[in-house]
């Protein structure tokens, strides 16, 4: 192990000195680009374009480019990138993952990269974790690179296609990333080419990379549409579930999360159901609706993994504590979780597309990212999204101290111990900036504080309106602000006056989260540009973490070191270590489960690619698709008579073959049995596809317009294909659940479901030729036809 971590050290040095040679060769250019009057200095885009549109390379423009880009941040922002910045940018255009601390200026950091990038004309996509910061920062970058002559646009939820397309097609766009997977998939849905927004997916520089293509990776994106679902299952599940008895009935396995029901449980379902067997398989609705009703009853808390607002039910996402507006907890949790609390139950979905955030991301040609904290994810980087992380040295040492955690036996002496210290560094002035995992972590310290008389701020989920102003004056003294951990992130805290004096912003942990990044990043809002700072966490043994993951050791541990007491505490590194072991564990479950989730995508990814790239070449036509709609028939009269003409002449099935010729070819006045007996089987196939191209030349001999032709193929082609591609992911969405359970019996359920999935789909594409044969064949035709 120690080997690796100094291989792991020496690479870094190794790539930070050939990074910091290349950025003096942009430094280089300093003087001579500072003497350039604006217009001189404009003309260098223009210029930059010819060239590489001449044949050099973006990494041949790159030393110019950065020097020209830094010199107009000085001009137009009154900010000079660093010489660690340029080194950072460079990590950027070279596809990989710049780590830099907070505080470091990493949106100055991306304006170079960005503006070389924009220079190909393809269109450079800075992606951010919310729409305030993609407003905030396409407004203040966007000066800069208007005034070096780049198009700059902004992609909003509440935006038309039109104003999409606009905004797509600018130079440079800033986006969130479910916006940019959403327009992709609705991208793949239109049926006229003109209702695309995007263009092919060139370059990304991802803000907040770790947020994002981790910690997001494990929600794909989905689009639903309705379908008819049971609600009085729902009803009668939850209140069999709020029947049971902990210990006695059921089992909660609290580090998968996961719930079952013990034999007398389900002695008492078969009761409440009136069944001879719960798990027999006419009863499979029930069993689910049962699994989902208990999750909902005795795994997902209300106020930590969602709050009900106005009578609806929303998710609260973990790792930011933040509100995910219009999400649902798919597979039916979240109309389980609308029954126990006695909301209104919203209709189950349809899934129509959808897509995961690794394969929407590795679609990418060039990918990027930035962030304070992803050296802990560096080998899931590299795995998944072939990214290497680099760590870009601060500009200024870092002179904030981290102190040891601080380990209580209970919840209730930790709190005291964190309101004692609130209290000691309040009476002196002290910014704080507290940091909590859950909602109601936050609510309790907010009335603490009240009765204290101590004012304060609260960034929770409920209320994130404002945060970025309020986060913004954290660094102020006397302030005191609450925050589940990732509020207000992307906003950068400024030390007010006399605050350095008084130590800096102090950063209180209340609890360690699962993953070490997100307490970094917690830890690194503080101590900003050199500027001094404390951090330090509070744990106790009734912590989330402790009870999944590491109560037992630590239990031990405080035998050993004898102690005892309600108001006892623990200062050592050792708790900070075996802490961190527990986090590493928790990471690698979440790295498999995000894996898992990747590896059953890749099996849908291949067949999207194969119906959207399809689609797409049907969209773009702009002749006849007699060349994509003959081979279809084809294929279905091959697959219809090799079917029916197995084994010896005598058992021919030739009266199939004629229904098929009848219902799906031609009218019955053109084809009898006397026209298929006595040939071979080949000499059927041949006699059918004559026929059908007969029925072709009519067809188009009818629409004299090749446009209405054209139109008419479209039409066909599409409806079919699209009406079999959402029923064929829904019933995929339905094999993945059910494979689970073939663990069970010795087989590996991803292997089942790739073997089935492809199964499936050879079958829908049987069905989509069936179908379009039919339909093209049989449809009457008439003017003006429209998709």
Do not use: C
């Amino acid at each position: 192990m120690p080997n690796i971590l100094k291989k792991w050290v020496e690479s870094d040095k190794h790539d930070i000195k050939r990074l910091s040679k290349l950025a003096d060769k942009v430094d280089n250019y300093a003087d001579e680009y500072r003497k350039l009057s604006d217009e001189d200095l404009k003309a260098k885009t223009p210029e930059f374009k010819k060239r590489y549109q001449d044949g050099e390379t973006l990494d041949d423009l790159l030393p110019e480019a950065f020097a020209v880009a830094r010199e107009g941040a000085t001009r137009v922002l009154g900010l000079t990138p660093f010489h660690v910045q340029v080194m950072g940018g460079i990590v950027l255009h070279e596809g990989s993952i710049s780590e830099m601390k907070t505080g470091e200026g990493k949106t100055l950091t991306a304006t170079m990269p960005v503006y070389l990038n924009a220079l190909a004309g393809k269109g450079v996509h800075v992606i951010t974790v919310n729409e305030y910061l993609s407003k905030r920062d396409a407004e203040q970058m966007g000066e800069l690179y208007n005034w070096l002559g780049l198009t700059v646009g902004v992609n909003l939820t509440e935006m038309s296609a039109e104003e999409k397309r606009e905004a797509y097609n600018d130079d440079i766009t800033y986006s969130t990333n479910s916006e940019i997977g959403f327009d992709y998939l609705r991208d793949n849905m239109v049926v006229y080419k003109e209702d695309m927004v995007q263009r092919p997916l060139n370059f990304a520089i991802v803000d907040e990379v770790d947020s994002i293509l981790i910690d997001e990776a494990r929600t794909p994106l989905i689009i639903s549409g309705q379908a008819k679902g049971s609600q009085e299952l729902y009803i009668q599940a939850d209140r069999f579930a709020k029947t049971l008895k902990d210990k006695d009935d059921f089992k909660i396995d609290l580090e998968s999360k996961t719930v079952a029901l013990k034999d007398q449980g389900i002695e008492k379902a078969e009761k409440y159901f009136n069944l001879k067997n719960l798990y027999d398989t006419d009863n499979t609705a029930l069993t689910h609706h049962l699994d989902e009703a208990l999750r909902a009853n005795y795994i997902m808390l209300k106020d930590k993994d969602y709050v009900v607002s106005n009578g609806e039910v929303l998710i609260v996402d973990s790792f930011t504590g933040r509100i995910m507006e219009g999400r649902r907890f798919s597979d039916g949790l979240h109309q389980a979780i609308e029954a126990k609390e006695g909301v209104d139950i919203q209709e189950e979905s349809k899934t129509m597309a959808n897509i995961t955030y690794q394969n929407l991301f590795r679609m990418y040609h060039k990918l990027a990212g930035m962030t304070g904290t992803a050296k802990t994810e560096a080998d899931e980087f590299r795995e998944i999204y072939n990214m290497d992380v680099i760590s870009i040295p601060t500009n200024k040492p870092v002179a904030r101290v981290d102190e040891p955690d601080l380990l209580y036996p209970t919840l209730q002496s930790k709190f005291d111990a964190v309101i004692s210290k609130i209290k000691e560094l309040h009476s002196k002035g002290q910014p704080m900036l507290i940091g909590t995992v859950a909602v109601e972590t936050s609510e309790y310290l907010d009335n603490r504080l009240t009765q204290e008389g101590i004012p304060h701020n609260v960034l929770n989920a409920k209320n994130h309106a404002k945060e970025a102003d309020i986060i913004s004056n954290a660094g102020q003294k006397n302030a005191v602000t609450i925050a589940t951990n990732m509020a207000g992130r992307g906003t950068d805290i400024k030390l007010g006056p006399g605050v350095v004096e008084l130590g800096g912003l102090a950063v209180i942990g209340t609890e360690r989260h699962e993953s070490r990044r997100i307490d970094n990043q917690l830890r690194g809002r503080s101590g900003r540009q050199g500027d001094p700072g404390l951090s330090q966490f509070y744990l106790s043994l009734e912590d989330d973490l402790m009870r999944r993951f590491g109560s037992d050791r630590i239990k031990s541990f405080l035998e050993n070191m004898k102690v005892d007491g309600e108001s006892a505490v623990i200062k050592s590194r050792l708790i900070t270590k075996q802490v961190e072991s527990a986090q590493k564990r928790v990471e690698g479950n979440n790295y498999d489960s995000r894996k898992q989730v990747l590896q059953y995508d890749d099996v849908m990814r291949q067949q999207r690619n194969v119906i959207y790239g399809e689609r797409y070449q049907i969209i773009e036509e702009n002749k006849s698709l007699k060349w994509v709609l003959m081979p279809m028939i084809q294929r279905t009269v091959n697959r219809i008579v090799n079917l029916h003409t197995q084994g010896d002449k005598k058992d021919w099935d030739l009266d199939t073959i004629l229904d098929f010729a009848i219902s799906a070819l031609v009218s019955p006045d053109r084809i009898s049995l006397d026209d298929l007996e006595n040939k071979s089987a080949d000499e059927i196939k041949d006699t059918l596809m004559n026929l059908a191209k007969q029925v072709y030349k009519e067809k188009q001999d009818q629409l004299y317009d090749p446009n209405q032709m054209l139109e008419f193929e479209k039409v066909v082609i599409l409806r079919v294909v699209d009406s079999h591609w959402t029923d064929h992911i829904d019933e995929m969405d339905q094999l993945r659940q059910s494979v689970g359970l073939r663990g069970y019996g010795q087989l590996n359920p991803l292997v089942e479901y790739q073997r089935e999935g492809y199964q499936m789909f050879e079958e829908m594409i049987s069905d989509i030729n069936y179908d379009t044969t039919r339909l093209f064949m049989k449809a009457e035709i008439r003017q003006n036809i429209e998709r």
